[in-house]
């Protein structure tokens, strides 16, 4: 199916494990997005790509790591995950011509 | 601050108007969003409006930028309970530069009394 797609939806995982969480696309748009959602603080980006092999970091980048191998593809990785971490996920890609971002549906990640 | 402003709030009657306000803080934003979040769901572009505008108007939603104030509103006609929703103020600080992060505003919970 065409459009952005997210995934685990939910993880619960402990303090101190590695989490990758998955985000692909189909509109080949060059700009992806990673950001976090969290009561009382709205949407903070976290990291954001321009295209392939490029990233560049958002208001709240530390403690994550993103690749961007392929254009459709965008993962964000907890390298040690934190209570703190507990959230949900957004990805999103943008339309270049008009800044529009589309927005997959989340995943909620819970850290014990 | 280099926040959006937007109120937490806004309960009406069914068959109302909504109003929902926000403020940004770029002048020089290219682009302004509304969003809309359904509980469980991502976020659903409901309409943008170019910075040379002051008004879109798109079936039961209208739009009102009035950019000397640096304040966005959006109209919902007639509300619905299916309106029932977060709804999210954006605006892009980095216009056609390539890359295009977002800023929203901490959302308003739009609730519809039956």
């Known amino acids: 199916d065409a459009g952005i797609t997210q995934s685990p939806r939910y993880k619960i995982t402990e303090t101190g494990r590695q989490v990758t969480l998955m985000c692909h696309q189909t509109?080949?748009?060059?700009?992806m997005f990673w950001y976090r959602q969290d009561l009382g603080h709205g949407l903070r980006l976290i990291y954001y790509s321009a295209a392939a092999d490029i990233t560049d970091k958002g208001e709240v980048p530390d403690g994550y790591v993103v690749s961007r191998s392929k254009t459709e593809n965008f993962p964000l990785t907890l390298e040690s995950a934190t209570r703190s971490q507990t959230s949900v996920y957004f990805c999103?890609?943008?339309?270049?011509?008009?800044?529009?971002?589309?927005f997959g549906p989340g995943t909620r990640l819970t850290v014990l | 601050g280099e926040d959006v402003e937007q109120s937490l709030f806004l309960s009406v009657r069914e068959g109302d108007s909504s109003v929902i306000n926000c403020t940004y803080t770029?002048?020089?934003?290219?682009?302004l969003y509304w969003y809309k979040q359904e509980p469980g769901a991502g976020l659903q572009l409901l309409t943008y409006?170019?910075?040379?505008?002051d008004m879109k108007q798109d079936q039961r939603l209208t739009v009102l930028l009035n950019k000397k104030d640096k304040h966005l509103s959006l109209r919902i006609a007639d509300t619905q309970t299916g309106d029932s929703a977060i709804y999210f103020c954006?605006?892009?600080?980095?216009?056609?530069?390539?890359?295009?992060?977002?800023?929203f505003g901490k959302g308003t919970r739009l609730s519809v009394i039956a």
């Open positions: 509109w080949s748009h060059s700009y």
């Open positions: 770029d002048s020089s934003s290219t682009y």
């Open positions: 409006i170019f910075s040379n505008m």
């Open positions: 999103a890609s943008s339309d270049s011509e008009t800044d529009t971002q589309y």
């Open positions: 954006a605006e892009s600080r980095y216009p056609n530069s390539g890359n295009t992060p977002l800023v």
